[in-house]
């Protein structure tokens, strides 16, 4: 196998210094960003005048030809035959149309040509992702749109705290995912800067057109400093963050998936697409799908360390550590892409056990605020409500009966001030109708808040559909 910085050298490399340093078992996931890069330069040379108009013609139909046999699968990506993807694509050129071949890497290194392909794929994976978020923004809107009257208590702590709705509960995933969506819209913003003419680190004495090349391959502008556009990945940590707070956000609704699915909640029904059984007990139904979620969120957030790790001992400009930026990346990546769509497909087929819910908000005394409230309108301090609306909830207990089903005789040993419209004012479902502040439960509110996330939804996905 050649290399492409051979010259230099008389002794033969290692077979572990080979295996070390040799990415082209993961790095060939870059072929395709990097024979556009390669076909654009190539004009780009031709263009400038520092290859001749043939040669850059007869450069670019190679590198097409080349990408067509490996698209197609008629070309295949051998182990061992070369060191990266850029020195193959360069000798499968070279093989195919000669010393032309040998042109393409004019005023060009391999450090701008790796940072050019790794900013061409993150842009086009901060794409892939925030395509998934929004397919997962539909369903979680659906189901918010299902269930404005599903009544559920609300938990802080893992208390019932107050009484809520199923399209509150899923409202505020809604959000999360939307800031989700919002972060990979402006890292693609960020790093969508074109490095390729920077060079090794200081540029090149041939009059290459940057603005030219940056244009063609769909960047706003060239980058501003050649040694920070080779040595710059912190594009790739940003997306790898983005992409753990994405997956802490699908743990945390996997986490209440699995409680809801448990036999003490019986709030929902996890499909069976979406569940395994026990090798042993065959009674199990197992909320295999969300554990796998929440366990794989360990995994992205170990991607994002292990780069941070990689790139805060460096000093400018390039260094082969940094070779190590491309399978965090990748790993991150695959994983947040599935688990976006087993989550999706796990919600599109879920049931919700609304009787169980509404039930649990009941006797969970999640009601016991709006009492309060009740006896503060009749004229009793806060305070001196709040001990007696205390008082009621332990007898409730006792008597296993929630406060909705006193009787009025029960009510008024409590105190005189409770009346005929007590009934009203603490049922479950006026507790939520009450809560009229943007942003809260009732239906109003909630109404309000479900057509404001659907403009946002048809925007974005309008944004993010191909336009001609």
Same mark, same amino acid.
């Given at each position: 196998?050649?290399?492409?910085?051979?010259?230099?050298?008389?002794?033969?490399t290692s077979?572990?210094?080979?295996?070390l340093?040799?990415?082209?078992?993961?790095?060939?996931?870059?072929?395709?960003?990097?024979?556009r890069?390669?076909?654009?330069?190539a004009?780009?040379?031709?263009?400038q005048?520092?290859?001749?108009?043939e040669?850059?013609?007869?450069?670019?139909?190679?590198?097409?030809?080349?990408? $067509?046999?490996?698209? %197609?699968?008629k070309l295949?990506?051998?182990?061992?035959?070369?060191?990266? !993807?850029?020195?193959?694509?360069?000798m499968?050129?070279?093989?195919?149309i *000669?010393?032309?071949?040998?042109?393409?890497?004019?005023?060009?290194?391999?450090?701008?040509?790796?940072?050019?392909d790794l900013?061409?794929?993150?842009?086009?994976?901060?794409?892939?992702?925030?395509?998934?978020?929004?397919?997962?923004?539909?369903?979680?809107?659906?189901i918010m749109?299902q269930?404005?009257?599903?009544t559920?208590?609300g938990?802080?702590?893992?208390?019932k705290?107050?009484?809520?709705?199923?399209?509150?509960?899923?409202?505020?995933?809604?959000?999360?995912?939307?800031?989700?969506?919002s972060?990979?819209s402006?890292?693609?913003?960020?790093?969508?800067e074109?490095?390729?003419?920077?060079?090794a680190?200081? *540029?090149?004495?041939?009059p290459?057109?940057?603005?030219?090349?940056?244009?063609?391959l769909?960047?706003?502008?060239?980058?501003?400093? %050649?040694?920070d556009?080779v040595?710059?990945?912190?594009?790739?940590?940003e997306?790898l963050?983005?992409?753990?707070?994405?997956?802490?956000?699908? %743990?945390?609704?996997?986490?209440?998936?699995?409680?809801?699915?448990?036999?003490?909640y019986?709030?929902v029904?996890i499909?069976?697409a979406y569940?395994?059984?026990?090798?042993i007990?065959p009674?199990?139904k197992?909320p295999?799908v969300?554990?796998?979620?929440?366990?794989?969120?360990?995994?992205?957030f170990?991607d994002?360390n292990?780069?941070?790790?990689?790139?805060?001992? !460096?000093?400018?400009?390039?260094?082969k550590?940094?070779?190590?930026?491309?399978e965090?990346v990748?790993?991150?990546?695959?994983?947040?892409s599935?688990?976006?769509?087993?989550?999706?497909g796990?919600?599109k087929?879920i049931?919700f056990?609304?009787s169980v819910?509404?039930? %649990?908000?009941k006797?969970?005394?999640?009601?016991a605020?709006d009492?309060?409230?009740?006896l503060?309108?009749?004229?009793?301090?806060?305070?001196d409500?709040?001990?007696? !609306?205390?008082?009621?909830?332990?007898?409730g207990i006792?008597?296993?009966?929630?406060?909705?089903e006193?009787?009025?005789? $029960?009510?008024r040993?409590?105190?005189? $001030?409770?009346?005929?419209?007590?009934?009203?004012?603490?049922a479950?479902?006026?507790?939520?109708?009450?809560?009229?502040?943007k942003?809260a439960?009732?239906?109003?509110?909630?109404?309000?808040?479900?057509?404001e996330?659907?403009?946002?939804?048809?925007h974005?996905c309008?944004a993010?559909a191909?336009?001609s």
């Amino acid at each position: 196998m050649a290399q492409l910085w051979g010259g230099r050298f008389t002794g033969t490399t290692s077979e572990l210094t080979k295996e070390l340093n040799d990415s082209l078992p993961f790095d060939q996931r870059l072929w395709r960003q990097d024979i556009r890069g390669s076909i654009v330069h190539a004009r780009m040379l031709g263009r400038q005048g520092i290859l001749t108009g043939e040669e850059a013609d007869h450069i670019e139909e190679g590198l097409r030809g080349i990408y $067509e046999d490996l698209e %197609s699968g008629k070309l295949a990506i051998e182990a061992g035959s070369a060191e990266d !993807i850029h020195s193959f694509v360069e000798m499968v050129l070279t093989q195919r149309i *000669g010393e032309d071949g040998k042109r393409l890497h004019t005023g060009r290194s391999r450090n701008d040509q790796v940072a050019l392909d790794l900013r061409l794929f993150v842009r086009g994976a901060c794409c892939e992702i925030r395509s998934d978020l929004l397919a997962l923004e539909e369903t979680i809107l659906h189901i918010m749109e299902q269930n404005v009257h599903t009544t559920m208590p609300g938990f802080t702590h893992l208390q019932k705290a107050q009484p809520v709705t199923l399209a509150h509960h899923f409202g505020a995933y809604f959000e999360m995912f939307r800031r989700d969506v919002s972060r990979m819209s402006d890292t693609k913003e960020r790093l969508n800067e074109c490095p390729l003419g920077a060079g090794a680190l200081a *540029g090149t004495t041939y009059p290459l057109d940057r603005g030219y090349t940056a244009a063609e391959l769909g960047f706003r502008c060239p980058t501003r400093n %050649s040694m920070d556009s080779v040595s710059d990945r912190d594009y790739a940590i940003e997306f790898l963050n983005d992409l753990s707070l994405i997956q802490m956000h699908l %743990s945390r609704l996997s986490e209440e998936i699995i409680l809801w699915n448990s036999n003490e909640y019986r709030f929902v029904e996890i499909d069976d697409a979406y569940s395994t059984g026990s090798s042993i007990m065959p009674q199990k139904k197992n909320p295999d799908v969300a554990e796998l979620i929440r366990g794989k969120t360990g995994r992205v957030f170990g991607d994002l360390n292990s780069l941070l790790v990689t790139m805060k001992g !460096i000093p400018l400009a390039y260094d082969k550590d940094m070779q190590e930026d491309k399978e965090p990346v990748f790993d991150a990546l695959d994983t947040v892409s599935l688990c976006l769509k087993l989550m999706n497909g796990m919600l599109k087929t879920i049931r919700f056990n609304d009787s169980v819910m509404e039930a %649990s908000a009941k006797h969970g005394y999640t009601n016991a605020t709006d009492a309060a409230d009740y006896l503060v309108k009749k004229g009793v301090p806060f305070r001196d409500a709040h001990g007696i !609306i205390g008082r009621m909830v332990l007898y409730g207990i006792e008597h296993h009966k929630p406060l909705d089903e006193f009787t009025m005789d $029960e009510f008024r040993s409590f105190g005189p $001030e409770f009346d005929e419209d007590v009934y009203d004012a603490i049922a479950i479902r006026t507790c939520v109708d009450r809560r009229l502040t943007k942003g809260a439960p009732g239906q109003q509110a909630m109404e309000e808040e479900i057509r404001e996330a659907k403009q946002w939804l048809i925007h974005e996905c309008d944004a993010d559909a191909p336009h001609s």
